[in-house]
């Protein structure tokens, strides 16, 4: 299955600013999934980003909130901006591979 | 909608038990199913994905299986150790709605020595 180096792995920053995280994938993939885990809560996926095309939002995300890029097949980054202490979450990103998904190793964000 | 439900919530056993953590769906058309573990603060790691044609998979002292017509699965846990104090997550892949990964809401396990 692929592996994904995913950075930072934990950040504090301060509300109003904005943070980029990265996500690289040892193989080419076509689609590149970002989720969010607020405390105590599941995965809610984010967006779905498809290299050469604009990220697909779910419903309560927006692009101006988190933006995207996918500039090949191997790498994607999501922003949060302009953030809040609400945003204070952990943040995954996934590949499909052989039928099942594979995890970055997680950001850990929180806001002050 | 696809809805994923995981019972218990929480479970602390003392060590050397067997163990079995449940998975619900409402959506029987799914793909497949795949059982994560996920340490505090940290990503997801992959135990087991069960196939929708296949009943169980098995990984050591692990055991998934999958009923997808009563839309249950349970991850048995034998001999339980300190090491696999965790939350453990099961997420099943839709056939629709973009093969879309819905998550239960996790089983959080405490192992006592």
């Known amino acids: 299955s692929a592996v994904i180096s995913q950075k930072p792995s934990r950040d504090i920053c301060q509300r109003g600013t904005s943070l980029t995280i990265q996500c690289q994938v040892d193989?080419?993939?076509?689609?590149m999934f970002w989720y969010r885990q607020q405390p105590g809560q599941s995965l809610t996926l984010i967006a779905t980003?498809?290299?050469?095309?604009?990220?697909?939002?779910e419903s309560g995300f927006v692009i101006d909130k988190f933006p995207i890029s996918r500039p090949n097949l191997t790498f994607s980054t999501l922003t949060v901006s302009n953030m809040s202490p609400e945003d204070s979450s952990i943040y995954l990103c996934?590949?499909?591979?052989?039928?099942?998904?594979?995890f970055g190793s997680g950001t850990r964000l929180t806001v002050v | 909608k696809q809805e994923v439900t995981q019972i218990p919530a929480a479970l602390s056993v003392p060590e050397g038990e067997n163990l079995v953590l449940n998975c619900s769906f409402t959506?029987?058309?799914?793909?497949?199913l795949q059982w994560f573990r996920q340490d505090p603060g940290k990503g997801l790691t992959s135990l087991l994905l069960?196939?929708?044609?296949?009943r169980e998979q098995t990984s050591g002292r692990l055991n998934a299986s999958l009923d997808k017509s009563s839309g249950r699965s349970t991850l048995y846990i034998a001999a339980s150790q300190p090491g696999d104090s965790a939350t453990y997550l099961c997420?099943?892949?839709?056939?629709?709605?973009?093969?879309?990964?819905?998550f239960g809401g996790g089983t959080r396990l405490m192992v006592k020595p």
């Open positions: 996934s590949v499909a591979t052989g039928g099942g998904y594979t």
């Open positions: 959506d029987s058309a799914i793909y497949n």
């Open positions: 193989s080419q993939v076509t689609m």
């Open positions: 980003a498809n290299q050469g095309s604009e990220a697909t939002y």
């Open positions: 997420a099943v892949r839709q056939v629709t709605a973009g093969n879309m990964l819905t």
């Open positions: 069960i196939q929708s044609s296949q």
